[in-house]
């Protein structure tokens, strides 16, 4: 059963940095497509950032030179370092498959406001 456990979110002030955690189980992520989405609050879940392989990676327009997503294939973990961060960031955000969709995860609150 592949499950993914995110961690790392919470309060921040704008312009502040957080680096956010995906634990995997059930797969191995450096077979997959990996990426991270967020959802606001009365918005869509979106795709954020994706890491098709450790030399490719994508990013939506509003995230890019901010979020860097990243991988550590000995813990199987996929992480995302945001920095200069805006209060529209203010999301749930969670990690999973853009290729394969597997059970989203719990997923991590991220608020920034001052």
Excluded: H
């Excluded at 890491?51 to 994508?58: E, F, G, K, Q, W």
């Amino acid at each position: 059963q592949v499950q993914f456990v995110e961690s790392g979110g919470g309060l921040v002030q704008p312009g502040g940095s957080l680096r956010l955690s995906c634990a995997a189980s059930g797969i191995i992520v450096r077979f997959y497509t990996m990426g991270w989405y967020r959802q606001a609050p009365g918005k869509q879940r979106e795709l954020v950032a994706s890491m098709p392989s450790s030399a490719i990676t994508n990013y939506d327009d509003s995230v890019k030179g901010r979020f860097t997503i990243s991988r550590d294939n000995v813990t199987n973990t996929v992480y995302l370092q945001m920095n200069s961060l805006k209060p529209e960031d203010t999301a749930v955000y969670y990690c999973n498959s853009p290729v394969r969709t597997f059970s989203w995860g719990q997923g991590t609150q991220v608020t920034v406001s001052s």
